[in-house]
């Protein structure tokens, strides 16, 4: 079975190292696409030996809408040569519980569906971890999480489905084409607020963008990047930590009771609940 993962990046150097790493492992490093936005030679060091495409960034008009066109079509072309495409973000890391489904391959190897989702994590740096190395991997100086419906998005993909809004479409003019799955012990860990010395540096890109004034730019969220983020870390040091498996069961359970379907453009979600519970992670993830 053959399996790709794609991603899009832009200077964002410390997640396209920990994402080179993960899938290099997961799929062969011969197999990942990375779409450069503008010409960097230090992608091509980092990623060196993967594809690597670039495009021109002196248009960022509708920038959001004009990329998910784009990596749409891209995915789609690539099933041509590929069983199943992955694609995430460049910050986003995909990691199945051994104990239940093997490895990854092995695990999609398994579905029949056409779509699969994965339970979102958003890792954190705690106050007793001590500074991010970027060449070591995160799982070896990370354990903090918070379980995120937000980034419990879909992932991957074997037909050509376009990935919106965090979801898939799975119906056209009302009528439902294809299927998803959103097994348990399948997680997708966003390195966002992993690391506060990186998240520091990559939020002055977003600022930077989100003020752009420009016709479809990202909003609010990248304006204020720092203000959300220190929203963030605040409402994380102030919950509970829960046991692992209760709490990915029951954040699995809540989200599943709660998916968004729009009739409009046939997408299916999982509701953007932001942080439903902190929790640690085992120590499979090391070997992710």
């Not at 099933?79 to 990691?95: M, N, P, Q, S």
């Not at 074997?158 to 119906?171: C, E, K, N, S, T």
Request: charged share 25%.
């Amino acid at each position: 079975m053959n399996v790709c993962a794609i991603t899009m990046v832009y200077r964002d150097y410390f997640a396209l190292t920990q994402w080179v790493r993960h899938y290099s492992k997961q799929v062969g490093i011969e197999n990942l696409f990375i779409v450069a936005h503008g010409h960097d030679p230090k992608v091509n060091d980092i990623a060196s030996g993967a594809n690597i495409w670039t495009i021109p960034r002196d248009n960022l008009e509708r920038f959001d809408r004009r990329r998910n066109w784009m990596l749409n079509k891209f995915q789609s072309g690539l099933l041509k040569f590929y069983d199943w495409v992955i694609r995430t973000d460049t910050d986003e890391l995909i990691c199945v519980d051994p104990g239940q489904h093997g490895s990854l391959k092995q695990f999609l190897a398994a579905q029949t569906d056409h779509a699969v989702f994965a339970t979102g994590l958003d890792l954190f740096e705690n106050v007793d971890d001590t500074e991010m190395d970027a060449a070591k991997s995160v799982f070896d100086q990370r354990k903090s999480v918070v379980i995120s419906g937000n980034y419990s998005k879909a992932w991957a993909v074997r037909d050509a489905l376009p990935l919106m809004r965090h979801g898939v479409v799975i119906a056209q003019d009302g009528k439902q084409t294809h299927s998803y799955v959103f097994p348990t012990g399948v997680y997708l860990v966003h390195l966002k607020f992993s690391s506060m010395k990186e998240l520091l540096a990559v939020n002055e890109t977003r600022i930077a963008l989100g003020r752009a004034e420009l016709p479809g730019m990202p909003g609010f969220g990248w304006q204020k990047a720092n203000s959300f983020a220190n929203r963030f870390f605040e409402k994380a040091e102030k919950l509970e930590v829960q046991p692992w498996d209760e709490a990915t069961k029951n954040a699995h359970n809540l989200i599943l009771s709660d998916m968004k379907f729009s009739e409009k453009d046939g997408v299916i979600r999982s509701p953007g609940i932001p942080q439903i519970a902190r929790t640690t992670l085992p120590d499979w993830f090391k070997d992710c």
